[in-house]
RNA sequence: GGUUCCGUAGCUCAGUUGGAUUAGAGCAACGCCCUUCUAAGGCGUGGGUCCUGGGUUCGAAUCCCAGCGGAAUCACCA
């Protein structure tokens, strides 16, 4: 019912009639008119110039006419040079926002049990540290990248990898049992991921100092400036004891164990509380302590049937110099695991967990390369879609002072950036007088949709793949191209219709069809059926910002007509049916696209 | 140096299956609009060598080639 689809094969058979030739549905250039000129849909004649043999303009005249005579849809239509400008006939666009009211799920195709099955990784967190802005716009991007590939009609399943194991992680532990004087998440009040981080600073700290007081010392053995300091970094006592405690680790000492048990746990805990703030959540969660095992022994088979090749060293690796790549380290001389090791393995046991067709990877752009590497060795090895894998990579998030480096303290904190949002939004409703009449719980939780929003929509609306510049100043702003303005937007039709409830006033199923519908509200309709269309590219385009916006464009352009026109106060019923029809419908195709993107819309604000 | 990605208004970003003499938003600046459905709003003004140079085409911000600028990566780190 896609008003597209039906003037496209129209055309064709235009085409057919007029000239005798066939010509496919990809031919037909449609495209919205510009608003300069009357018509709703412009159609390219200039393809068809070799057929017709004739100049554009009378080609484009031919075809308007036939299209006008045969296409009841078509209701006129002008020419200007090879650009034919239709108009479509007023009971169309009331056939087509009925069809889009009817639609309760409106653009959101269901999964059928045959679906293809797509796996999404994201989040991908390390286990010595709190999450900071760069996880956030991963969680984010994974979130609403996930939905929208439901929305597409696939069956999927959200994953994490969580790297709970290597020398990060006893780095903390260590610096715990040195400094810690067995402080607890309970002991101390805060978060446990945060407590973690504080002992990896910790670590980090007295570890600098030791590597700042040894370097003299091998200076003075005749080593040049930068081979003393890689000496110095390898030789510090406290990064050997780190070792020696992941050697443990690796043994299964009961003790490490037990210590590197409980200190995750913290961790997580910490973890699932942010991801609450953020609205993601996941289905199935791996851990590099669960996998590298398997991935050194999907290895090791791969050694045996000659796929890799094990160096004078003992060292394997992955020769891809025949793919126009270097070649890749796969185990250490030592026989321990690599990065690479362990999503091989991982790889295997979400294979074995799920008949997948398709794998996402959300990770940053700095691993392009890795991933690059990691589809050809699961190709190798037999992965099915290890060839096809998606790597979805999304670029670095920058300040306005450069970027984030954890030693320069200018890392963003996720938990910190959450609450900032929340009370800012607070602040603002305050001073807005929106508040006035709510109750406190009420308050709290606009607040926090709002402030929620407005992080959201800024990570997402930019082009998952581009680097972007988080300025948080700016990020609070509510005007302009921001979650709250769409919020605000989706809020104020809310009101509308409950007014509309409150007179009495229903708003009916189906409009009748004797409307006159004026060139404002043919442009909302026209733009609320863009909204499959957005859905669909977003998803094969893999691009949350395509939604985000689309419904930037819907809510501005809605936000005129809300301006210009009474909606309640129309005199006339049928035009007053229509307006509320087409004003449920923007909020309705508005939540549903922001939902994808994992933003809440409130009722009131 | 190799590979990949990016370059659009002072700033942040849209727009790229090639389309229309004026390439769009927002922010920032200036001006107007709250006895009328929520002013977190609307309307208006100013602001551009779409990095540069070639090529393909009836037609290029969009496609191709070369160059310039920036980012990432090319670890027995993850």
Redesign the pocket.
């Known amino acids: 019912m896609n008003i597209d689809d039906v003037i496209t094969s129209s055309v064709v058979n235009a085409i057919r009639q007029l000239y005798g030739a066939s010509v496919t549905e990809?031919q037909v250039?449609?495209?919205?008119?510009?608003k300069?000129?009357e018509?709703h849909l412009?159609l390219?004649v200039?393809?068809f110039?070799r057929l017709s043999h004739q100049k554009?303009e009378e080609t484009a005249q031919q075809i308007g006419l036939w299209l006008q005579q045969n296409e009841p849809a078509i209701e006129k239509f002008n020419v200007?040079?090879?650009?034919?400008?239709l108009s479509i006939s007023q009971c169309y666009w009331l056939k087509l926002i009925n069809s889009i009211h009817a639609d309760k799920h409106y653009g959101v195709t269901e999964a059928t049990a045959d679906a293809p099955l797509v796996m999404i990784e994201y989040s991908s967190p390390?286990t010595n540290k709190p999450l900071h802005l760069g996880h956030v716009r991963n969680n984010l991007l994974g979130w609403a990248l996930s939905n929208i590939i439901k929305a597409c009609g696939n069956r999927i399943v959200r994953t994490n990898i969580v790297?709970d194991?290597?020398?990060?992680i006893c780095k903390s532990m260590l610096a715990w049992l040195k400094w810690g004087n067995g402080e607890t998440p309970q002991t101390t009040g805060k978060k446990g991921d945060h407590l973690i981080g504080d002992y990896y600073v910790a670590f980090d700290k007295h570890y600098r100092e030791e590597i700042s007081q040894l370097i003299p010392k091998f200076l003075a053995q005749g080593l040049n400036e930068e081979d003393a300091k890689t000496k110095a970094e390898q030789e510090a006592p406290l990064i050997k004891e780190a070792h020696a405690m992941l050697v443990k680790w690796e043994q299964g000492d009961p003790e490490v164990r037990a210590l590197w048990n409980k200190m995750n746990s913290w961790v997580y805990a910490g973890f699932d509380e942010t991801y609450r703030a953020l609205g993601v959540s996941f289905d199935k969660i791996y851990y590099?302590s669960q996998t590298y095992l398997v991935g050194k022994a999907e290895v090791e088979k791969g050694l045996k049937e000659g796929l890799f090749v094990r160096?004078e060293?003992?060292?394997v690796w992955a020769d891809l110099t025949n793919e126009?790549?270097?070649e890749?380290?796969l185990l250490?001389?030592?026989g321990?695991?690599?990065?690479?090791t362990?999503d091989i393995g991982t790889a295997k046991l979400r294979f074995q967990d799920y008949p997948i067709d398709k794998m996402i990877y959300v990770v940053?752009?700095?691993?392009?390369?890795?991933f690059?590497v990691l589809s050809l060795l699961l190709d190798r090895l037999g992965f099915k879609w290890g060839k096809d894998l998606v790597h979805f990579?999304y670029?670095?998030v920058?300040l306005?002072n450069g970027?984030m480096k954890s030693r320069e303290g200018t890392v963003v904190d996720a938990d910190d950036l959450i609450a900032e949002m929340i009370r800012t939004?607070r602040q603002?409703?305050e001073e807005?007088?929106?508040?006035s009449d709510m109750s406190s719980q009420e308050k709290d939780k606009?607040?926090r949709i709002?402030g929620l929003g407005?992080l959201k929509y800024?990570l997402l609306?930019?082009?998952?793949?581009?680097?972007?510049?988080?300025?948080p100043a700016?990020s609070i702003?509510?005007?302009?191209?921001?979650g709250?303005?769409i919020?605000?937007?989706y809020?104020?039709i809310?009101?509308?219709l409950r007014?509309a409830q409150e007179e009495q006033f229903a708003v009916p199923e189906t409009v009748a069809e004797d409307i006159e519908v004026n060139q404002k509200e043919q442009d909302l309709i026209q733009h609320l059926a863009d909204f499959k269309t957005a859905v669909s590219q977003a998803g094969t385009e893999y691009?949350p910002?395509?939604i985000a916006?689309y419904c930037?464009?819907l809510?501005?352009e809605y936000?005129?007509?809300?301006?210009?026109?009474?909606?309640?106060?129309?005199e006339n019923i049928g035009r007053k049916q229509l307006?509320l029809v087409i004003s449920e419908n923007v909020a309705k195709v508005v939540r549903t696209g922001m939902d994808l993107l994992g933003i809440e819309m409130?009722?009131?604000?």
């Open positions: 990809q250039q449609l495209q919205k008119t510009k300069e000129f018509g412009t390219v200039f393809p110039l554009p200007i040079k090879g650009f034919l400008n390390n790297n194991r290597g020398i990060h590099e160096h060293d003992g060292s126009g790549l270097d890749k380290l250490r001389k030592d321990t695991s690599v990065y690479m362990q940053g752009n700095e691993q392009n390369y890795h690059q990579s670029g670095m920058e306005p970027k939004a603002t409703s807005l007088g929106k508040f606009i607040a709002v407005a800024f609306k930019v082009d998952a793949r581009k680097n972007m510049m988080f300025n700016e702003d509510f005007n302009g191209n921001t709250p303005f919020q605000y937007t809020a104020r809310r009101s509308i007014k691009s910002s395509t916006n930037y464009d809510v501005k936000n005129q007509f809300y301006h210009d026109y009474s909606i309640l106060h129309e307006r409130p009722e009131r604000m």
